[in-house]
């Protein structure tokens, strides 16, 4: 590409770097040599830029949400916040009895009489804690007396493990549900106390027999 | 090519930056978002459309809807989508990980159609909107076969026009099943939680 050496005028000889500096001279000498009619950055204008910077990130500091991924008003910043559920066990609890009790003990929780024990006003449901959880935990089978008459043809399936597998705070719920529903008002049972109990029942698979439970305390 | 490497290092970097800022920070941030199991409806939400609606979707993309329609509510105080009654609550992403097209839409010519589902109520409803239009939307008649009259019309019939009806067709049916199916769940506790509290710092300075 490039041309012979013999033929680039820079190597032609014709003018030294002696000539080249003359000629240099006598071109800029009726040059004025002035300094130019540039100025200084003026200082002021140094602030005003780094005051913007600064508004312009503070802005960003207060008014992004930090770019986080949940947050989709610009005015918040990232906090913690809790966000665990807290469930109305009445609520939860209507809603349990509703998907599963109800078949039995009917939606005014009075039974069926003959078959189905009532849990409005019946003493297992307002009497104590531990055989409550018991009955709901693993069911119930032979005769029961309740409010005086005596059922039985039809065993109780458990709702806990080996049952429906309903989880300590579901039973917990519906009981809570059932202990201040149709009339009842006992007060709440804690998954505390489900779990207490459930722990201590664990080996027993069987349903419960009414006079297992009123052995108890 | 002179500097085959280094253009091929540019191109690299050009590309892959883009890619690791569009697709994979916006995966990184919100691919993780599940649906929200609401424990005492025994579901979780948002939940996944039905068939006939994922086809009437097709439709609502084929027809351009969201040239004038958008499908995100703007949250209250910001724009008059609470007043319209567009919804009770702004969308977040939760509401859309089921969606691999989203049609937030172009402009807001017409209203937001995020809860579209909850103000009309009937298919009836859509086909009357959809064969008549309105001031400022068209007459999708087109969706609409026109068949002779025999005897009573059909329950479908949006209007009879001398001896024949003119009812529904099968895109048309989509569409309307596409429509209703629009609803936003209630709220997510964790959203909520986290942009509720500007509310009530406000309510403090007054």
Not at chain 1, 158 to 163: F, I
Not at chain 1, 176 to 202: C, D, L, M, W
Not at chain 2, 140 to 150: A, K, T
């Amino acid at each position: 590409m490039s041309a012979p050496a013999s033929r680039d005028p820079r190597n032609s000889g014709s003018l030294s770097d002696e000539e080249l500096l003359h000629a240099h001279e006598q071109a800029v000498a009726d040059k004025t040599d002035d300094r130019g009619s540039y100025k200084l950055l003026p200082l002021a204008l140094l602030f005003v830029f780094s005051g913007l910077i600064f508004f312009g990130g503070t802005y960003l500091n207060l008014f992004s949400g930090h770019f986080d991924s949940k947050i989709f008003d610009e005015r918040i910043l990232p906090h913690k916040v809790d966000t665990t559920v807290k469930l109305d066990p009445v609520v939860y609890g209507q809603k349990l009895y509703e998907s599963l009790c109800i078949t039995c003990h009917q939606p005014t929780g009075l039974g069926v009489p003959g078959t189905f024990p009532p849990l409005a006003g019946s003493e297992w449901v307002n009497g104590t804690e531990e055989r409550t959880i018991r009955i709901v935990m693993n069911g119930l089978k032979g005769p029961v007396t309740v409010k005086g008459n005596t059922f039985g043809t039809v065993p109780m399936p458990p709702v806990g493990p080996g049952g429906q597998n309903w989880t300590d705070d579901k039973i917990a719920a519906v009981l809570t549900y059932v202990r201040q529903a149709f009339g009842n008002t006992s007060g709440p049972i804690t998954e505390e106390r489900v779990a207490e109990i459930h722990a201590k029942i664990t080996a027993h698979t069987d349903q419960w027999t009414s006079d297992e439970l009123l052995k108890l305390p | 090519m002179k500097n085959g490497p280094l253009l091929f290092l540019g191109l690299f970097a050009a590309f892959g930056l883009s890619w690791a800022g569009l697709a994979l920070g916006t995966s990184l941030q919100l691919g993780s978002l599940a649906p929200y199991y609401d424990q005492l409806e025994n579901r979780a939400f948002p939940e996944r459309a039905p068939g006939i609606a994922s086809r009437g979707k097709l439709v609502y993309q084929d027809l351009g809807c969201a040239a004038c329609h958008t499908q995100e509510v703007r949250r209250a105080g910001f724009g008059s989508d609470t007043e319209r009654k567009w919804g009770d609550r702004q969308s977040y992403a939760r509401d859309y990980i089921h969606q691999d097209r989203l049609q937030l839409g172009l402009s807001r010519v017409g209203p937001d159609l995020t809860n579209v589902g909850g103000r009309l109520k009937t298919a009836g409803d859509v086909f009357k909107l959809l064969y008549h239009g309105t001031a400022t939307m068209p007459a999708y008649s087109f969706l609409f076969d026109e068949r002779p009259l025999h005897a009573e019309p059909s329950p479908k019939a949006v209007a009879v026009v001398d001896g024949h009806e003119i009812v529904p067709s099968a895109r048309a049916e989509v569409l309307a099943a596409y429509l209703l199916n629009l609803k936003t769940p209630a709220d997510y506790p964790v959203e909520k939680a986290v942009n509720t509290v500007v509310a009530k710092k406000e309510e403090a300075h007054k």
